[in-house]
């Protein structure tokens, strides 16, 4: 836990501001993107504090699709079905404004604005999916 992370104080519901949704899994917490990217962008994090994608490993691949597993259902539990039409990943450093491991969940894809689109451009310089 980083006391000064906003996103771990997000995820430990110490930000009164900032509500989370429903989540299955007790180590991951989601709530909305501040600044959307479409019309439903939501931001999935680890409860526990951990380093950007950057210090992921092959151990952590079950984390990464739990992870989307999150993201997948709230898009559903908020009546978002088209799977197909959705866009998650990350922000590769130095293009991350916070250094808490965060998957960008977005959609519909295709109603996202031309910086969104550039933005969140699929496996570019500075987003993986």
């Known amino acids: 836990y980083d006391r000064k992370c906003v996103f771990c104080r997000i995820a430990r519901r110490e930000e009164p501001g900032t509500a989370l949704f429903p989540c299955e ?4 917490a989601c709530f ?3 600044k959307p990217g479409a019309p439903h962008h939501y931001l999935v994090v680890p409860v526990e504090h951990m380093g950007n994608c950057k210090t992921l490993k092959a151990e952590h691949i079950p984390l990464v699709k739990r ?19 959705t866009r998650m990943g990350f922000h590769w450093p130095p293009f991350c ?10 959609a519909p894809a295709s109603q996202m604005g ?3 689109r550039l933005y969140y451009r699929i496996n570019s310089y500075w987003f993986i999916t």
């Open 67 to 85: 992870m989307m597993e999150v993201g997948k259902a709230v898009l559903q539990r908020n009546n978002f079905n088209d799977l197909n039409d």
């Open 97 to 106: 404004s916070i250094s808490h491991l965060h998957l960008h969940v977005l």
């Open 114 to 116: 031309f910086l969104s």
């Open 32 to 34: 909305r993107d501040i």
């Open 25 to 28: 899994y007790e180590d991951l």
